[in-house]
């Protein structure tokens, strides 16, 4: 494939970013030529071909249907406060596609992330040579993480699994510190399958022999079929629900809570986030960590102090994120989401006296009409927009409008671009109402853009 040729007398930012760009380029035209995904057999022998990276690595493998990210997030959050060096791997990306990777908290330098793309990209063409596929978008980028991760001699690696579980990429790791299965609800049906057990044994796929397994077990059904699993393959298991922790208060932006240890005792904790969904995910971290503790699979200790400090300090960009005074983004992309999404915004309107305005969008292959559904029944809402997101999955304006008239009595508006769809909601902002958007995580990573190309950021 062509690249743009590169002017090495350039001055050495300018090489970089022009390198940098051509390698994204790459990477967005893979699905062009990629036909069908490895087999996880197939992605074995790729890594084996980078050195088996993973088989020197602790690793916590975190899957679910929602909080996985948030998840991710808190616990990086810790380990870094504790002093590890710490590398994170989590999807999608919202602006820049180095998100993906973290070290340390921070995305990954553009050289770090060239010198990996590099590794792969010549992996991939001497695996063809001998008759491979070439790795779909997430398994090259997956490779990358490995590569990287390894060579950054990171001390702790916390990886999202992509879309499900027993069959994504990311489980051909073999010995897993743990893993963390977040809460399991409808999404993804055609590809995991149309009940909550099917989706729950799915993502019950990245249980290892012997390895433990912390889970959400708020839903019977999900944490029936997990928790059968664990027993089936003698892991030990350690299932979380709300019953475990007790909130104490709540301010304008943040829960104080009482967290139950698996020893007895408890641990206070504030969690930064205005949505209340953001505890059960933290305390769900708390538990993994104490269980890699009692684990002993790492060297040193995490203190109650350094566990109270990462929580509090956790950022995620995207869920329920303020970005400008009353204006808060979320990507709740399906109806679990948006349900858990619809109290915690519902709950902020009562706390802040104030009515809601909603700006929305989704995928086609998405329970849009559901999420629109809970979104209308459940927030005070006064004044609406829709808009249709630069994706070929992005779903009609014309539909979003018709289905939130459907089911919303207030004035609701349809824009062909989510721009002018961002700039007439901020137009209209007043001090008696919230503006919520919400919806696909495409349509999160285009409103930051159009805030940063406005100056709003």
């Keep these: 494939m062509a690249f743009r040729t590169v002017n090495l007398t350039m001055e050495a930012g300018t090489f970089a970013m022009n390198v940098y760009e051509s390698a994204e380029e790459y990477l967005g035209r893979i699905p062009m030529w990629t036909r069908k995904k490895n087999s996880l057999e197939d992605i074995r022998r790729f890594l084996t071909g980078l ?16 909080g996985k990210g948030s998840v991710c997030a808190f616990l990086q959050s810790v380990f870094i406060k504790a002093g590890f060096r710490t590398g994170t791997f989590t999807s999608p990306h919202l602006i820049d596609i180095r998100e993906r990777f973290c070290l340390n908290g921070n995305i990954v330098a553009e050289k770090t992330f060239e010198e990996s793309y590099q590794t792969v990209r010549a992996l991939s063409e001497k695996m063809m040579e001998k008759g491979y596929c070439h ?15 390894h060579k950054e001699k990171m001390d702790i690696v916390i990886l999202e699994t992509g879309l499900g579980g027993r069959l994504d990429t990311t489980n051909v790791i073999n010995h897993p510190l743990m893993s963390v299965i977040t809460s399991i609800s409808l999404d993804h049906v055609e590809y995991l399958g149309d009940t ?3 989706i729950a044994a799915e993502k019950a796929g990245i249980i290892k022999k012997g390895i433990p397994v912390i889970f959400d077990g708020n839903d019977p059904k999900a944490s029936g079929v997990i928790r059968k699993r664990a027993i089936e393959l003698g892991s030990p298991f350690y299932e ?27 641990m206070e904790a504030y969690i930064p986030s205005a949505a209340e969904y953001q505890v059960m ?52 992309h399906n109806p679990g989401g948006t349900e858990a999404f619809a109290k915690a915004a519902a709950r902020l309107c009562a706390a802040r006296n104030k009515r809601a305005n909603i700006l929305f969008s989704s995928v086609s292959d998405k329970d849009h009409r559901q999420m629109i559904r809970e979104l ?23 539909v979003l409008l018709q289905e939130f008239q459907s089911f919303c009595g207030c004035d609701v508006k349809g824009f062909q671009t989510v721009e002018e769809a961002v700039l007439y909601m901020l137009q209209k902002k007043d001090e008696g109402h919230l503006l919520f958007c919400v919806g696909s995580l495409y349509l999160m990573g285009e409103i930051k853009m159009v805030l940063r190309r406005n100056g709003y950021d």
């Design 196 to 198: 909550i057990e099917k």
């Design 240 to 266: 979380v629900d709300k019953q475990g922790y007790e909130i104490t208060g709540y301010e304008d932006v943040g829960w104080r809570v009482r967290f139950q240890g698996i020893r007895g005792g408890h």
């Design 51 to 66: 050195g088996d990276p993973d088989e020197h690595m602790n690793i916590i493998h975190v899957a679910g249907t929602n």
């Design 376 to 398: 209308s029944e459940a927030l005070p809402l006064d004044q609406g927009a829709v808009a249709h997101i630069d994706s070929e999955r992005g779903l009609e304006t014309e």
């Design 135 to 149: 790795p779909s978008y997430f398994e090259f980028l997956f490779y990358m993480a490995m590569d990287m991760f």
């Design 281 to 332: 995910n933290a305390f769900l971290s708390y538990r993994a960590l104490e269980a890699v503790q009692n684990q002993g699979g790492l060297e040193g200790e995490i203190s109650s102090e350094r566990i109270q400090e990462g929580i509090a300090d956790m950022s995620w960009p995207g869920r329920m994120e303020e970005v400008l005074p009353g204006v808060f983004l979320d990507g709740a």
